[in-house]
């Protein structure tokens, strides 16, 4: 039995382009997780839209359904049969609202649809993927404004951050609490200075929502918390061992040559390791431009991950700006 993907089209043409790729592997990477076998076909052309083709030995379950529904660059998914193109039911719905991620603009933010993927990678690479429908957790220690934050949320995950940059925190907690006022999603706020030996260390912010006011009645909630302070220090601010996955997207800018960045990640892997669960995965992208990806596959054996390596791992570099080509380092927590 034929299924196919329609590409969701990317304003940005060259990431458009990128996902043609990307998704291929985010699927494979999707369905081993969920173990189903699959044979991948490619790209087919059916009048004048384009489907990526896989090939299944039986009817796919509603399971696996709402799995490929979450798919980051996924339009629709069809079943075909000769000629004709039948659409898929939806047997998923997301938490959030779909705006949730795209309101505010920032500049520095991260690619939405990029940041949805390395949350699924994330997830169907680590011991957890069987739980994707589950309320895991998703911490971002670099999260700017929140965007991975808010697609973990998007998808019923709870989400953890830290983020340097003070002003950041402030200006996510007023949008996330403007927005979920403006939509009349139940919610409670609190945030706590942190003091250790007397000394302060930033300000953790906590959001608890729900997607509907009867779950949030009922205590079937999910929390946001992020943290203005030091990635080095995510232990001052949430748990040891408390996240599935950690997605992150590096600093890019002047300020952050490879230099830097390495230097941070010397410190911050160790760090980050502490905070994943084992068998839980970081994903992490970098521009190649300033890092090399053999010293950073080094740096991450060296703080005790295991890299993926292998395809499609090994492939998801691609081209988003003159000044910036990006690929991402999966690796798993081991103990
Ligand atoms: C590429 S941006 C992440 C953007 C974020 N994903 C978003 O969409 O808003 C990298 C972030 O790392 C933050 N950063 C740099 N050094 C840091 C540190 N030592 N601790 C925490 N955050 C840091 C920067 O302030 C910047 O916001």
């Known amino acids: 039995m034929d299924y196919g993907i ?70 629709a998914l069809f079943e075909i049969s000769g000629d004709w193109l ?55 220690p670099m999260s700017g404004r929140g965007t991975t934050l808010y697609k973990a949320l998007m998808v019923g995950y709870h989400a953890t951050g830290v983020e340097l940059n003070k002003q950041d925190a402030v200006e996510m907690n007023q949008y996330v609490k403007r927005y979920l006022k403006y939509h009349h999603y139940k919610h409670e706020t ?23 006011k009867e779950h949030y009645k009922a205590g079937e909630q999910r929390s946001l918390q992020f943290a ?29 040559s490879g230099k830097v960045v390495m230097t941070l990640l010397q410190k911050a892997l160790p760090v980050w390791h502490a905070m994943l669960k084992t068998g839980g995965v970081a994903v992490v992208a970098y521009n190649t431009y300033h890092l090399d990806r053999a010293v950073l596959v080094d740096a991450f054996k060296a703080a005790g991950y295991n890299v993926m390596t292998e395809a499609p791992y090994d492939d998801f570099e691609h081209w988003v700006e003159q000044a910036v080509n990006r690929d991402i380092i999966v690796a798993k927590c081991e103990r």
Not at 19 to 36: C, R
Not at 109 to 115: G, L, R, S, Y
Not at 190 to 212: E, M, R, S
Not at 232 to 243: D, E, I, Q
Request: zero cysteines.
């Open 228 to 256: 203005s302070g030091d990635t080095v220090m995510s232990n001052l601010y949430h748990k040891k061992r408390h996240a599935h996955v950690l997605v992150t997207d590096l600093p890019y800018g002047v300020q952050h």
């Open 6 to 75: 329609l590409r969701l089209p990317h304003q940005n043409s060259r990431y458009d382009e990128a996902t043609e790729k990307l998704m291929a592997h985010e699927l494979a990477i999707v369905m081993n997780g969920i173990g189903q076998a699959y044979i991948a076909k490619g790209y087919q052309s059916f009048g004048s839209i384009e489907l990526f083709v896989f090939n299944v030995s039986e009817a796919l379950s509603e399971r696996v359904f709402s799995a490929l529904e979450r798919l980051s660059s996924r339009l």
């Open 86 to 140: 039948k659409p898929v039911e939806s047997y998923w719905s997301p938490y959030m609202r779909s705006d949730f991620a795209s309101i505010l603009k920032y500049s520095g933010k991260t690619n939405e649809a990029f940041t949805g993927m390395m949350i699924n990678i994330g997830i169907f690479s680590s011991d957890f993927a069987g739980d994707f429908n589950m309320p895991l957790t998703v911490f971002d």
């Open 190 to 212: 609190l945030h706590q200075t942190i003091v250790k030996d007397g000394k302060q260390y930033g300000t953790k912010y906590t959001i608890t929502t729900a997607d509907t």
